[in-house]
């Protein structure tokens, strides 16, 4: 079963509870109809990802906690996420419609180093149309993605919208370089 956004989020909420929570209080948190929760519920269910530990009350279980978790990465999968792409494949910053600084980034390494010193109004202008995050989704790391999708969520701007994007992909790149050198020394 694929997991949509809301049985994600649902699933997601279930986690944080770190407890069964009643399907009314769930509701309203989602801003959506008890029906229309229902019937999510009801596919998650049956998809063994959540429990019914009592008539109204929803717990997640642990296949629903695999299902929302991100892949493990294995040291093949982490030299494959830090590779170099063709151009083609690469992020070309641009600080508008039409506007391409003639910068881009063929790799995860590449991509923090420019983060760093292009112009703060290129990252402004990409992090709300989500084209980060489709970029690292088209290398594999969806991981990566989801995390610069919570930064999009935290309305930030100008410098500490650079150094937290920066940050997250620098941290991301020191874990894969970690695991990847794993597999030149075996």
Not at 30 to 58: E, F, N, Q, R, W
Not at 75 to 101: E, N, S, W
Not at 157 to 164: F, I, P
């Amino acid at each position: 079963m694929s997991v949509t956004e809301i049985k994600r989020k649902i699933l997601q909420m279930l986690l944080e509870a770190g407890k069964p929570l009643k399907r009314e209080d769930m509701a309203k948190n989602l801003g959506i109809s008890v029906p229309t929760l229902m019937g999510h519920l009801l596919g998650l269910i049956k998809a063994g990802y959540i429990s019914t530990p009592d008539k109204t009350y929803y717990a997640i279980t642990s296949k629903g906690k695999e299902a929302i978790s991100p892949p493990k990465i294995d040291q093949k999968r982490a030299a494959y996420l830090l590779r170099a792409v063709p151009v083609d494949k690469a992020f070309h910053f641009y600080t508008g419609i039409g506007q391409y600084m003639g910068v881009f980034a063929n790799s995860l390494t590449d991509f923090y180093k420019k983060i760093q010193t292009i112009n703060v109004k290129s990252i402004e202008f990409h992090v709300p149309r989500r084209d980060f995050e489709l970029w690292l989704q088209s290398l594999g790391d969806t991981e990566l993605a989801t995390k610069i999708g919570q930064i999009r969520g935290m309305s930030l701007s100008g410098e500490n919208l650079r150094k937290k994007v920066y940050d997250t992909v620098k941290l991301r790149c020191d874990e894969l370089e970690s695991l990847s050198r794993g597999l030149s020394q075996t």
